[in-house]
């Protein structure tokens, strides 16, 4: 298994500023994962964090909005820049262990007010 | 790409009854499917999984079944108890993809006692 550590686990912030969550790993993992869960709904992919390169976004999630850094194999962080309340939402990150076995943070609960 | 669907939405069952959830998905070339439990506040944990050269799994009161052909597959939970009752995502990846999941929308479960 793996332990994540996320933080924050929450904040409340204002419209137009600026988040940063991070993910700690306790041990090197090659693939490292974004998740948004809104409220009473299902997990959707944002990106894929890459080490050593530009994180790879799905449909619909954009780098300058969501820009994300993987320094190295145990880390990485996610920033959700210019904040708006449709913003307000579960931000996971996720590692894959065995190949296919996922294991999630605890989560940061994100409020824009 | 993948596109996974959930059924039902909602699931209230009586204590020592089953509880079946039922998942499509559309990528042929999907080849592992797991389950995740998430209790409220909480972050998601597998619960069971299975992979595309396996028909059934069992794990005492939790059983997948897997059906290549029609690309579905279920979750059955047998003899539920009230500490079964949280939400249940389903998920579709294939290893070509990167390993990372598609969720399904999740199914809201609720064992009275």
């Known amino acids: 298994s793996a332990v994540i550590s996320q933080k924050p686990s929450r904040d409340i912030c204002q419209r137009g500023t600026s988040l940063t969550i991070q993910c700690q790993v306790d041990s090197q993992v090659t693939m490292m994962f974004w998740y948004r869960q809104q409220p009473g709904q299902s997990l959707t992919l944002i990106a894929t964090a890459n080490q050593g390169s530009e994180a790879t976004y799905e449909s619909g999630f954009v780098i300058d909005k969501f820009p994300i850094s993987r320094p190295n194999l145990t880390f990485s962080t996610l920033t959700v820049s210019n904040m708006s309340p449709e913003d307000s939402s579960i931000y996971l990150c996720?590692?894959?262990?065995?190949?296919?076995?996922?294991?999630f943070g605890q989560g940061t609960r994100l409020t824009v007010v | 790409g993948e596109n996974v669907e959930q059924h039902p939405s909602t699931l209230s069952v009586q204590e020592g009854d089953s509880a079946v959830i039922k998942c499509t998905y559309s990528?042929?070339?999907?080849?592992?499917f797991p389950w995740y439990k998430q209790e409220l506040g909480k972050r998601p944990q597998l619960i069971i999984d299975i992979r595309s050269n396996v028909g059934e799994k069992k794990d005492q009161r939790i059983a997948v079944t897997l059906n290549k052909t029609a690309k579905h597959f279920s979750l059955h939970i047998t003899e539920t108890q009230p500490e079964d009752s949280a939400v249940y995502f389903c998920a579709a990846s294939r290893r070509a993809a990167g390993n990372k999941l598609t969720f399904g929308g999740g199914t809201r479960v609720l064992v009275k006692p």
């Open positions: 996720s590692v894959l262990l065995e190949w296919t076995e996922a294991f």
């Open positions: 990528d042929s070339a999907s080849n592992y």
